[in-house]
């Protein structure tokens, strides 16, 4: 049974960072793309950003390019989003996706989803 268990959400002042986690287990992690989408509050979900199964390749939506970096442990099965800079237009919800291509990394075709973790930036 696949799981993607996402963590770190919080409440963060604009300009601060956190950092997000997403644990997965029932498949072999280390063969699968990982990504991060996002979706605030009275909008559709959005590509934030994916990494290749080896680590080696990232690929960013433009609204975080240069702020957000994705990076993964393939030993502790886990995939990290690093969020900085962090604007009031950041505010939504994380969800962690994994799918066995990056053509796959989009809304419709990502097979496998997380609940998602709350991130709000408030002062």
């Known amino acids: 049974q696949v799981q993607l268990v996402e963590s770190g959400g919080g409440l963060v002042q604009p300009g601060g960072s956190l950092r997000l986690s997403c644990a997965a287990s029932?498949?072999?992690?280390?063969?699968?793309?990982m990504g991060w989408f996002r979706q605030a509050p009275g909008k559709e979900r959005e590509f934030v950003g994916t990494?290749?199964?080896?680590?080696?390749?990232?690929y960013y939506g433009n609204s975080v390019k240069g702020r957000f970096t994705v990076s993964r442990d393939n030993a502790k099965n886990t995939v990290f989003l690093q969020l900085n800079s962090l604007k009031p237009e950041d505010t939504a919800v994380y969800y962690c996706?994994?799918?066995?291509?990056?053509?796959?990394?989009?809304?419709?075709?990502?097979?496998?989803w997380g609940k998602g973790t709350l991130v709000t930036v408030s002062s």
């Open positions: 996706a994994a799918a066995t291509t990056v053509a796959a990394m989009s809304n419709n075709g990502v097979p496998y």
């Open positions: 990494i290749s199964a080896s680590g080696l390749s990232t």
């Open positions: 029932g498949f072999t992690f280390s063969t699968y793309y």
